[in-house]
């Protein structure tokens, strides 16, 4: 079973900067792609950022030039570098990993807020 813990969200200010973290428990983590998500109040979750198993990365346009997403496999962890942050990007984020076997898993979200 494959549990994900999301860290790092907070209250910054616009202009800002802020990094999210997210450790996967289990195996198999170098073999799963990962994402982040995002979801607003009174809004549906929306992909952030994605990267593959083969390091491959996408960005909503909405943030792409911002945040960068990258991955260690060594320590089983995703991050999402958000830079220049604006009140828009208020949301709670979400890790996601697909597995082999398309079994996919969620963290249980961090607050990031962004102050204008």
């Known amino acids: 079973q494959v549990q994900l813990q999301e860290s790092g969200g907070g209250l910054v200010q616009a202009g800002g900067s802020r990094r999210l973290s997210c450790t996967a428990s289990?195996?198999?983590?170098?073999?799963?792609?990962m994402a982040w998500y995002r979801q607003a109040p009174g809004k549906q979750r929306e992909l952030v950022a994605g990267?593959?198993?083969?390091?491959?990365?996408n960005y909503a346009d909405a943030v792409k030039g911002r945040f960068t997403i990258s991955r260690d496999n060594t320590n089983n962890a995703v991050d999402l570098q958000m830079n220049n942050l604006k009140p828009e990007d208020t949301a709670v984020y979400y890790c996601?990993?697909?597995?082999?076997?398309?079994?996919?898993?969620w963290g249980q979200g961090t607050q990031v807020t962004v102050s204008s």
């Open positions: 990267i593959t198993s083969g390091f491959k990365s």
């Open positions: 289990g195996s198999n983590f170098a073999y799963a792609a």
């Open positions: 996601s990993g697909t597995y082999p076997g398309f079994r996919e898993y």
